[in-house]
């Protein structure tokens, strides 16, 4: 959904003119997936990092040229998820996106923690969850709101709901590792907090694991009527055919795989010395900067849908990546961690698991007057969407 937003109509008489039959099909599937998107500017920085890196122009060049070719390769893999949606189901299809949703975030953090750098890790992902709730969520309540002032903004409570409850789980299971060591530190406690919080922490990563699981069979198969966007009026539902083949889409999902795979090598491995020529901590670089870029094209997508009245698909898109990153991208880290033998906890400190409280909780607040049970508000929404954001 984010990236049908952002998508850009293919002109294939171009393609037919081409005399060569056998590069017609090549051409076709180049133009799609390149051209066929309104990021499709930023690709050029794609090949730039990597020539910047092996010529070793300057690891800030490396960095910035990386961070620009990600968001462009998020978006495509996001396009690319759909359109191999189209041909396995909507079960195999959500549970291919549940994978793959977040792949840069996943990626970034797997690359930081097989490079020691927790710090960068734990960062990243906390700064995606805050990211999609405060800025993604925010800035499309606010656009939506004034777009549509005066007028009714239909969204699924229920759904709204889950996310929300299980983004509270996500924040106490977090939270726990960060008391047991402010209670160890008290000396209410006689216990090695270092070994305790690292095995409360793979704990509750195995926990909320679990729970995702449970969501994911609640989202797909058990309550899947749920999930579905409320229409709006005038809205004309067009049915989406693929314009790939499953092969084309299979072999496009690997190659920006691997190719997100290199630039985030690239940005994790150049990360300390853009800090420093740019003067900011690695801290603000990793829960502001990284989570903006990976996030991009749905922080785009989200904001689209909002302007058109779209507000169940704007709430699926922002509470939807923030759920993934807390219950299934953080716990798998965890866990990760532990294969590899990496000491990982859930200890986000205090000022970032404050805040991540601070997020969650607010988006359990309903706006005034009331609602019935498809979450059509009975006041103007458009005015309340606009003082919330």
């Given at each position: 959904?984010?990236?049908?937003?952002?998508?850009?109509?293919?002109?294939?008489?171009?393609?037919?003119?081409?005399?060569?039959?056998?590069?017609?099909?090549?051409?076709?599937?180049?133009?799609?997936?390149?051209?066929?998107?309104?990021?499709?500017?930023?690709?050029?920085?794609?090949?730039?990092?990597?020539?910047?890196?092996?010529?070793?122009?300057?690891?800030?060049?490396?960095?910035?040229?990386?961070?620009?070719?990600?968001?462009?390769?998020?978006?495509?893999?996001?396009?690319?998820?759909?359109?191999?949606?189209?041909?396995?189901?909507?079960?195999?299809?959500?549970?291919?996106?549940?994978?793959?949703?977040?792949?840069?975030?996943?990626?970034?953090?797997?690359?930081?923690?097989?490079?020691?750098?927790?710090?960068?890790?734990?960062?990243?992902?906390?700064?995606?969850?805050?990211?999609?709730?405060?800025?993604?969520?925010?800035?499309?309540?606010?656009?939506?709101?004034?777009?549509?002032?005066?007028?009714?903004?239909?969204?699924?409570?229920?759904?709204?709901?889950?996310?929300?409850?299980?983004?509270?789980?996500?924040?106490?299971?977090?939270?726990?590792?960060?008391?047991?060591?402010?209670?160890?530190?008290?000396?209410?406690?006689?216990?090695?907090?270092?070994?305790?919080?690292?095995?409360?922490?793979?704990?509750?990563?195995?926990?909320?694991?679990l729970a995702y699981v449970a969501y994911l069979f609640f989202q797909l198969k058990t309550h899947s009527q749920l999930f579905e966007p409320q229409e709006v009026e005038d809205d004309v539902e067009i049915e989406e055919t693929p314009v790939l083949s499953f092969g084309s889409g299979f072999f496009w999902l690997l190659l920006m795989t691997v190719l997100i795979s290199i630039l985030s090598e690239y940005v994790v491995g150049t990360?300390?010395?853009?800090?420093?020529?740019?003067?900011?901590?690695?801290?603000?670089?990793?829960?502001?900067?990284?989570?903006?870029?990976?996030?991009?094209?749905?922080?785009?997508?989200?904001?689209?849908?909002?302007?058109?009245?779209?507000?169940?698909?704007?709430?699926?898109?922002?509470?939807?990546?923030?759920?993934?990153?807390?219950?299934?991208?953080?716990?798998?880290?965890?866990?990760?961690?532990?294969?590899?033998?990496?000491?990982?906890?859930?200890?986000?400190?205090?000022?970032?698991?404050?805040?991540?409280?601070?997020?969650?909780?607010?988006?359990?607040?309903?706006?005034?007057?009331?609602?019935?049970?498809?979450?059509?508000?009975?006041?103007?929404?458009?005015?309340?969407?606009?003082?919330?954001?």
């Amino acid at each position: 959904m984010s990236s049908s937003a952002l998508r850009k109509k293919s002109d294939v008489s171009l393609v037919r003119k081409v005399p060569v039959a056998p590069l017609r099909p090549i051409l076709a599937n180049l133009q799609e997936v390149i051209l066929g998107t309104k990021l499709a500017l930023l690709f050029p920085a794609v090949p730039l990092a990597i020539a910047a890196q092996c010529a070793h122009f300057g690891q800030v060049w490396v960095f910035a040229l990386s961070m620009i070719g990600l968001v462009p390769l998020a978006e495509r893999v996001s396009f690319l998820t759909e359109q191999i949606a189209l041909y396995t189901g909507p079960t195999v299809g959500g549970l291919l996106n549940a994978t793959c949703g977040n792949a840069t975030e996943l990626i970034i953090a797997l690359f930081a923690l097989m490079q020691g750098k927790i710090e960068v890790v734990k960062c990243s992902l906390l700064g995606s969850v805050l990211s999609n709730l405060l800025l993604v969520l925010g800035t499309s309540l606010f656009c939506g709101g004034i777009k549509n002032l005066g007028s009714e903004q239909p969204y699924d409570r229920k759904q709204a709901d889950v996310s929300t409850g299980l983004l509270i789980l996500g924040a106490l299971c977090q939270s726990l590792p960060l008391l047991l060591r402010y209670a160890v530190g008290a000396g209410e406690h006689a216990v090695a907090a270092e070994t305790t919080g690292l095995e409360l922490s793979r704990a509750c990563s195995i926990v909320m694991l679990l729970a995702y699981v449970a969501y994911l069979f609640f989202q797909l198969k058990t309550h899947s009527q749920l999930f579905e966007p409320q229409e709006v009026e005038d809205d004309v539902e067009i049915e989406e055919t693929p314009v790939l083949s499953f092969g084309s889409g299979f072999f496009w999902l690997l190659l920006m795989t691997v190719l997100i795979s290199i630039l985030s090598e690239y940005v994790v491995g150049t990360i300390e010395p853009t800090s420093k020529s740019w003067g900011l901590s690695v801290s603000f670089i990793s829960i502001i900067l990284l989570p903006i870029v990976g996030n991009a094209a749905e922080h785009a997508g989200a904001i689209i849908f909002a302007l058109k009245n779209k507000l169940d698909i704007t709430l699926g898109v922002a509470l939807g990546s923030a759920t993934q990153i807390s219950m299934f991208v953080v716990p798998l880290s965890v866990i990760v961690a532990w294969i590899a033998g990496i000491q990982m906890d859930l200890d986000f400190k205090l000022l970032e698991t404050g805040s991540l409280f601070i997020s969650v909780f607010s988006n359990c607040l309903h706006p005034p007057g009331h609602a019935n049970d498809n979450g059509v508000l009975a006041v103007p929404t458009g005015t309340w969407n606009a003082q919330v954001a």
